[in-house]
């Protein structure tokens, strides 16, 4: 094994034993705005029944949320770690996640979690958001402010309230920038347009037939 392989494997190594070592918080985190426990209720009429269900859920979903957590830091100094290491190590964030058969798409996810989870006071309010909230608050250019009200006290409903109002105000659009197409130029288009089908490769000819069927739907209302 070269060296830079073995101080890549040490590194790693390092990375998830500091991580599997560190006790964990003890914290119970409230199911309720995640899971509609009515369904839960509505399942069976007896109560010992009832209450071993929900009691099994809460295990179940806490030990989810402390997973994604822990996962995320794991990623996080991994891929932090590799950062900052300089050019001889691109790429091999990538390919050390295939190794571990993670897709980069999902460790991306749990990282931007992570990375919200460790700046904010209230922690609940990043542990227990759905992921769609999670990428809108990461990517959002205001994102400062609402870590402010997180900070603040802000309640886990609170913050996806606003991001909710946020997204639902429709963005202004100019129409007049929309169509960039000449339509005088539709007769010349289709001209020979069997051969110029001929000449395309089997993707292409699916695409095209796509966004003719749209064509044609639009032009017969």
């Avoid at 109560?47 to 859920?57: A, F, G, N, Q």
């Avoid at 030990?63 to 190590?89: C, H, M, P, W």
């Avoid at 006290?153 to 996806?160: I, Q, S």
């Amino acid at each position: 094994m070269s060296k830079v392989r073995l101080e890549i494997k040490n590194m790693i190594q390092n990375s998830i034993d500091k991580t599997n070592v560190k006790k964990e918080e003890e914290h119970s985190y409230k199911i309720d705005s995640i899971v509609n426990l009515d369904l839960i209720r509505d399942l069976t009429d007896d109560k010992e029944i009832t209450d071993m269900l929900i009691s099994k859920t809460t295990s179940l979903i806490n030990l989810q949320i402390k997973n994604a957590i822990s996962l995320g830091e794991i990623f996080t100094s991994v891929f932090d770690r590799l950062s900052k290491s300089g050019s001889k190590y691109d790429g091999l964030y990538e390919k050390w996640l295939q190794l571990n058969g993670v897709n980069k798409k999902t460790a991306l996810r749990y990282r931007k979690r992570y990375e919200l989870y460790s700046i904010v006071n209230n922690k609940e309010a990043i542990a227990i958001m759905p992921q769609k909230y999670v990428d809108l608050l990461y990517s959002e250019e205001d994102k400062a402010e609402y870590i402010n009200i997180i900070n603040n006290g802000g309640t886990y409903e609170e913050v996806v309230n606003l991001l909710k109002d946020k997204t639902a105000i429709p963005e202004k659009i100019e129409y007049n920038n929309i169509i960039d197409f000449d339509f005088s130029n539709c007769n010349t288009l289709f001209i020979d347009i069997e051969k110029k089908i001929e000449n395309l490769k089997e993707k292409e000819k699916k695409e095209l037939q796509k966004h003719l069927k749209k064509i044609e739907e639009i032009l017969k209302k």
